[in-house]
Antibody, heavy 121, light 107 residues
Framework: EVQLLESGGGLVQPGGSLRLSCAAS????????MSWVRQAPGKGLEWVSV????????YYADSVKGRFTISRDNSKNTLYLQMNSLRAEDTAIYYC??????????????WGQGTLVTVSS | DIQMTQSPSSLSASVGDRVTITCRAS??????LNWYQQKPGKAPILLIS???SLQSGVPSRLSGSGSGTDFTLTISSLQPEDFATYYC?????????FGGGTKVEIK
């Protein structure tokens, strides 16, 4: 059974940093691209970033480019999102999602339950 | 960036009704179109990929169609468990973008 468990969310001041983690199990982690998708309170879904199975190819939404870094440790079956220079508009639930294949052109077929990030002073 | 526009943004329907949600892309995306369902407080669930491929375990009353720029999600006979918000997403090119969502409510 595929399981994705996010952690690392919390309250952070504007300009601060936070690192999210996503522990994966139930599938061969290194064979699949992984994504982060976020949802601001009461709003729709916003794609944030994707990383290839090997970790060598990454893409970002314009809204986070230069501030967020996606990475993975295939030896630990864990996905990360390093978030720097956080802004109030980054407040959201952050979901980790498994991409259905080794290409960003595939959908996200499994999602974690999300971790809440609140950026406020 | 490819913009995805869903309509309507919300609808009210009764159990047994046929419901159609549309999604339009700002440029051709072939059939790189996915549909998700989300219920309050829960993570999204993938319903349909590649415009019309129903995921395992998804009821056959749901169907997807379209190619190019225009797509539809149809629920042939709305059931109580179908009341939720539905999102389309293009996976043709990064940044991958979602539509704004369609909330299906009970009439």
């Amino acid at each position: 059974e595929v399981q994705l468990l996010e952690s690392g969310g919390g309250l952070v001041q504007p300009g601060g940093s936070l690192r999210l983690s996503c522990a994966a199990s139930g599938f061969t982690f290194s064979n699949y691209d992984m994504s982060w998708v976020r949802q601001a309170p009461g709003k729709g879904l916003e794609w944030v970033s994707v990383i290839s199975g090997g970790g060598d190819i990454t893409y970002y939404a314009d809204s986070v480019k230069g501030r967020f870094t996606i990475s993975r440790d295939n030896s630990k079956n864990t996905l990360y999102l390093q978030m720097n220079s956080l802004r109030a508009e980054d407040t959201a639930i952050y979901y980790c999602a498994k991409v259905a294949c080794s290409s960003s052109s595939c959908p996200c077929d499994y999602w974690g339950q999300g971790t809440l990030v609140t950026v406020s002073s | 960036d490819i913009q995805m526009t869903q309509s309507p943004s919300s609808l009210s329907a009764s159990v047994g009704d046929r419901v159609t949600i549309t999604c339009r892309a700002s440029q051709s995306i072939s059939t790189y179109l996915n549909w998700y369902q989300q219920k309050p407080g829960k993570a999204p669930i993938l319903l349909i990929s590649a415009a019309s491929s129903l995921q395992s375990g998804v009821p056959s009353r749901l169907s997807g169609s379209g190619s190019g720029t225009d797509f539809t999600l149809t629920i042939s006979s709305l059931q109580p468990e179908d009341f939720a918000t539905y999102y389309c997403q293009q996976s043709y090119s990064t940044p991958l973008t979602f539509g704004g969502g369609t909330k299906v409510e009970i009439k």
